[in-house]
């Protein structure tokens, strides 16, 4: 799904190889135009400084090796990032952040939001109500939309130079930007599930790969 929406909006697709190789990374890091940290493993909690809770799932740490040391690298370089599920999380940890490591168990709410919905995951399970002064609001000209939910982890300690730009109904932050880069965004649903059927979530790819064009981008 990424690829394709990536594909449709008009990038280039390529994923990138696992390594932990500085030198590789930073070579990576040039090379290409944007960057889209994916949904996948748990971030290790070791990297915002917690045990690594029974309640958390499967890590990679040769994964989180690779994106800490690329987010920072293509951060400098103010090239596009965009960030999906594990991508926000992993770019708010790299920031400073905190996650819970399991919703339910960390962070029970009298507000029932289905977080971790059940197959097909294409179809929106919850509200999302969009910050009105955000770069989200203007892109999609709403306050509020109906997302997709695939995640038992989330934002617990906002990171310094994120903002919010969407919220659950339990109050849980959706998706951030850094209001001081050019394209630094994430979201914690999944619209590479949802962007052939629904027209705003097709609208963060255009986004984001319009910044990653050459020229001025769309927005």
């Known amino acids: 799904g990424y690829m394709k929406a990536v594909e449709a909006a008009g990038g280039i697709p390529v994923m990138l190889p696992l390594t932990a190789d500085e030198a590789i990374i930073a070579s990576l890091a040039d090379r290409f135009d944007g960057f889209l940290f994916t949904g996948g493993h748990d971030v290790q909690p070791r990297l915002y400084g917690e045990e690594k809770s029974p309640l958390c799932k499967e890590v990679c740490e040769e994964r989180d090796a690779l994106e800490y040391v690329l987010f920072h690298r293509v951060l400098q370089m103010d090239k596009p990032i965009f960030g999906i599920c594990r991508?926000?999380?992993?770019?708010?940890?790299?920031?400073?952040?905190?996650?819970y490591?399991?919703?339910?168990?960390?962070?029970?709410?009298?507000?029932?939001?289905?977080?971790?919905?059940?197959?097909p995951y294409d179809r929106p399970v919850h509200r999302v109500a969009v910050e009105t002064d955000s770069p989200l609001f203007r892109?999609?000209?709403a306050d509020a939309a109906m997302v997709n939910s695939a995640h038992h982890q989330g934002i617990k300690r906002l990171a310094e130079g994120l903002k919010p730009m969407a919220y659950a109904d339990d109050g849980l932050?959706?998706?951030?930007h850094m209001p001081d880069r050019t394209f630094v965004w994430a979201v914690q649903w999944h619209p590479e599930l949802m962007y052939l059927t629904d027209g705003l979530q097709f609208r963060l790819f255009l986004e984001f790969v319009s910044h990653c064009k050459p020229g001025k981008p769309v927005s």
């Open 87 to 99: 991508g926000l999380q992993m770019i708010n940890v790299a920031l400073g952040g905190s996650l």
């Open 101 to 119: 490591q399991d919703l339910p168990a960390e962070r029970p709410s009298d507000v029932k939001v289905e977080h971790a919905q059940q197959k």
């Open 139 to 141: 892109l999609w000209a």
């Open 173 to 176: 932050i959706e998706a951030v």
